[in-house]
C-alpha cells in the first residue's frame, strides 16, 4: 500500500499503444508539482464566500501542514476537518475559517479573538511563554471537552515546538466567549482579547466545538519570521501522499466521467488522468 500511494506521486509521460504503458523512468515531475496542482483546484472548489475568503497563500500552507500531520497519524481518520484562523487581518474581521475538506465546504467563517498581550484590534506580538497572555503560532490537533470557566471547553495540542508546544499546559483551549460579537465591536471599536485562547462567540461555541472536536487540525498564522523559517509541520516536504488524497483524486476523476486507461504491464493496474483536476499531460500509475 504504501508503495502504491509513493508511486501516486510521480509525473509519468506514457506512450499508450496496444497494452503497453510507459517505464517510470519517463518520469518528468515529482510530488511537489503534483501537490500545488491539486491544492489550487482544492481551493478553487471551496465555496468561499467571494466577500470573505481565504487567503491561497494560507490556504496552501495550512494544508501543507494538515497533509504532514495526517502522514504522521496525528490526525482523525473519522474527520476531514481544517480550521484557519488568519491574524494577519483586523479582529473585527470573520478571520477564523472552519471547512469541511471532503465537502468543499466552509462550515463556519467568524470571528476569533487573539490573547491580551497579542495586540489591540490587530495581531501583532505572539508567544509560547506561560502568563504572557499571548496567541501562539501554528498548528494544533484538538482534544477532548471539559467544562471550564467559559462552559464547554476543547482543549488544544500544540504541534509546532518552540511556538505553541506548552498551550496544552497553559490552558489554551477553543472556548465560548461573550467579548466575541459584534455588539461588543460597537461598543469597543474592536473585538475582545483572551488569555491567548482563540475563544469565539458564545452562540457558536458548542457547534463549533462539536465540529471540531476529536483531532482534527487548527492552524494559527501569522508572517512570523521565525515561525516562517523554522515551522516544521509547514516547511516538511510533502513526500507522500496519503491514501485519502489519492482515492479522493480517484473519486474526482470518475465522477467527471474521465474512464481510466488500462495498462498490462506488470505492475501496472491502471492510469488515471483527467485534465480537469491534474495539470496537462499528467498520467497517475498505480502499480499493484
Known sequence: MRRMILCLALYVVTCVSGNNVASATETVSSTEAVLQSYIQKLYNQIDFDEKHPLAFDIF???YRGYLNLKNADKLSNEKEILTVCDF?????????????LKKRKVLYNTYVAHGAGTGEEFATKFSNNFDSHQS????????????GEHGNSLRLHGMDF?????????????????????????????????????????????PIINTVKGGTCLFVYYPDKAYQKS???????????????????????SAKGKAPLKGTK??????????????????????L
Open 60 to 62: 496552501n500552507k495550512a
Open 88 to 100: 494577519t487581518q483586523s479582529s473585527n474581521n470573520d478571520r477564523m475559517w472552519i471547512i469541511d
Open 136 to 147: 501562539s503560532l501554528g498548528f494544533y490537533v484538538t482534544g477532548d471537552t471539559y467544562i
Open 162 to 206: 518552540g511556538f505553541n508546544h506548552n498551550a496544552f499546559d497553559r490552558a489554551i483551549v477553543i472556548h465560548g466567549a461573550d467579548y466575541v460579537n459584534d455588539r461588543f465591536i460597537k461598543g469597543n471599536e474592536r473585538l475582545g482579547r483572551s488569555w491567548g485562547c482563540p475563544a469565539v462567540d458564545s452562540k457558536l461555541a458548542q
Open 231 to 253: 515551522a516544521y509541520w509547514m516547511n516538511k516536504k510533502v513526500d507522500e501522499v496519503p491514501q485519502f488524497l489519492m482515492d479522493d483524486m480517484t473519486l474526482l476523476a
Open 266 to 287: 506488470k505492475g501496472v493496474t491502471k492510469v488515471i488522468y483527467d485534465k480537469s483536476l491534474l495539470p496537462k499531460d499528467f498520467h497517475m500509475v498505480l502499480p
